[in-house]
């Protein structure tokens, strides 16, 4: 079997997490179908529930291997609220991590 490559790997990964691809084109979804990575049903002019197979998921875990495991992302973060000034009732919001406890 043949391991995907990087963008293949992202397509994958994406689909392993139990989600199904809606609208996938010829040249993106054929590549998978060949190799028996997803199924799909064919509704002109897409593919339609794009879904991963055993096999795909088979050369994920090979993918992984090869590429490792993606980064988690930026930390979380969330968007606070605060008063201008005393008194005022202009209100300002300000972009704080989400991980840190605020006191209100």
């Known amino acids: 079997m043949r391991t995907p490559t990087e963008k293949q790997y992202q397509a994958l990964r994406n689909l392993a997490s139990g989600a199904a691809g809606l609208s996938w084109g010829k040249r993106n979804t054929e590549m998978f179908l060949n ?4 199924t799909a049903e064919w509704r002109p002019p897409y593919y339609q529930w794009v879904r991963i197979t055993p096999d795909g998921m088979r050369a ?3 993918a992984v291997e090869q590429y490792g495991l993606p980064d ?11 008063c201008a ?3 005022s009732k202009r ?3 300000r972009l704080i991590d989400a991980e ?5």
């Open 85 to 87: 000034k005393c008194g």
């Open 72 to 82: 988690l992302g930026p930390k979380p973060q969330k968007w606070q609220s605060y």
């Open 100 to 104: 840190i406890p605020v006191a209100e």
């Open 91 to 93: 209100i300002l919001s």
């Open 60 to 62: 994920l875990a090979d």
């Open 35 to 38: 190799r028996g990575w997803v």
